[in-house]
């Protein structure tokens, strides 16, 4: 069984193709989120990226701008079913998934979640963006 982490893309981002890894690595928050995780007993981590869904890191994507928080309560459903699709498709024994990423990309997946019997945590839920920086300070030394 596997215990994996999601974490959102970010407003700034490289200016070239490159894969999501190094796409948001310009993002303090991204790059610190990423570090904890990689601190923290995760099997894996994605991206969730408004423009391409379900990203491994290794994916090679070209620069986009586009976010869920200005879409469409209908889009950020379309996209929802996209990313369950695609973590369908991974077939990993999935029993815990942890976001790292706002309201609007976790509000249709989690009742999903709920339904396949999958756990879930929002480790950060309610911290400021400054509250999460700090978090990832204390918490990755």
């Not at 999501?20 to 969730?48: C, G, P």
């Not at 996209?82 to 790292?100: A, S």
Request: glycine content about 4%; some cysteine.
């Amino acid at each position: 069984f596997m215990k994996i982490a999601l974490v959102s893309c970010t407003k700034v981002k490289s200016t070239y193709p490159c894969n999501a890894r190094e796409m948001y690595q310009q993002s303090t928050l991204f790059k610190k989120a990423v570090k904890y995780i990689e601190h923290n007993k995760y099997d894996d981590w994605f991206v969730l990226s408004a423009k391409y869904g379900l990203l491994r890191q290794h994916d090679v994507i070209e620069p986009y701008d586009l976010t869920l928080n200005n879409m469409k309560v209908s889009e950020r459903k379309i996209w929802s079913e996209l990313i369950l699709k695609q973590i369908e498709n991974l077939q990993l024994n999935i029993k815990q998934i942890d976001f790292y990423a706002g309201a609007k990309y976790r509000e249709y997946l989690i009742p999903v979640l709920e339904l396949n019997g999958i756990k879930y945590n929002v480790p950060l839920q309610g911290k400021g963006i400054g509250e999460q920086l700090n978090f990832y300070k204390l918490n990755t030394n």
